[in-house]
């Protein structure tokens, strides 16, 4: 029903930055998201915006160096990546959800996801 769409992924040294950004095809969306996962790990939780733009969350590890921001169209999410570490190294998945924001640091809690975009950090 709601297809999304990563892109912005890519190469860059340790200390560079990327912008990622995720495109919605509809706009009946509360949370947005963004997970990430390495090879041979699990799918773990990036961040997450509330509708408005007005309540975000953070992984502890990337707070402050991370910003997750939604357009004012309400469909487009996009994660500013600064002072990139070699640990940052994954696939970055964009998220959805039309539900309430209970549990949105929870991989169960969206609905709808994107193919993945890689990321990888040189050290």
């Known amino acids: 029903q709601v297809q999304l769409v990563e892109s912005g992924g890519g190469l860059v040294q340790a200390g560079g930055s990327l912008r990622l950004s995720c495109a919605a095809s509809?706009?009946?969306?509360?949370?947005m998201g963004w997970f990430r996962q390495a090879p041979g790990e699990e799918r773990e939780f990036v961040a997450a915006i509330s509708r408005s733009g007005d309540n975000t969350y953070y992984r502890a590890s990337v707070k402050g160096r991370f910003t997750i921001i939604r357009d004012n169209a309400k469909n487009t999410v996009a994660l500013q990546m600064s002072s990139l570490k070699p640990e940052d190294t994954a696939v970055y998945y964009c998220a959805a959800s039309p539900k309430l924001g209970v549990v949105v640091r929870s991989p169960l809690y969206y609905d709808y996801w994107g193919q993945g975009t890689q990321v990888t950090v040189s050290s």
């Open positions: 509809g706009r009946s969306i509360n949370f």
